[in-house]
């Protein structure tokens, strides 16, 4: 289940890594036309993934695929929060519990 979100978050990656750079380096994002893009190119590659699993379990006759495809979907969504707690350790320089919590 997991690894049904490695490749979508693949495709964000780079992309993520400029606007989280931009928005807490207190720069301006202006690139909003692209980053529309890559949510289309994330939602495609999101629901071609849980297609292509949910069919690999459907093939090999597990019938409980509902919950399986909720959460290969959502893995996703688990590796982005993951980034965002590697990136608020390693690369944000801010200290004390209030900073945390805003972030």
Do not use: D
């Not at 495709?11 to 980053?35: K, T």
């Not at 459907?58 to 509902?66: A, K, P, R, V």
């Not at 590796?79 to 965002?84: P, R, T, V």
Request: proline content about 1%; overall charge neutral; some cysteine.
């Amino acid at each position: 289940v997991l690894m049904g979100g490695v490749l979508p978050f693949g495709c964000i990656f780079i992309q993520l890594f400029f606007i989280m750079s931009s928005v807490w380096g207190h720069h301006l994002y202006y690139v909003f036309g692209f980053l529309f893009v890559v949510f289309v190119i994330l939602a495609i590659t999101v629901v071609e993934s849980v297609l292509l699993l949910c069919y690999f379990h459907l093939c090999s006759e597990n019938y409980h695929w509902w919950w399986r495809a909720f959460f290969t979907g959502a893995s996703s969504a688990l590796y982005l929060f993951g980034y965002a707690v590697i990136f608020y350790f390693k690369r944000m320089e801010v200290e004390g519990t209030i900073n945390f919590l805003l972030y």
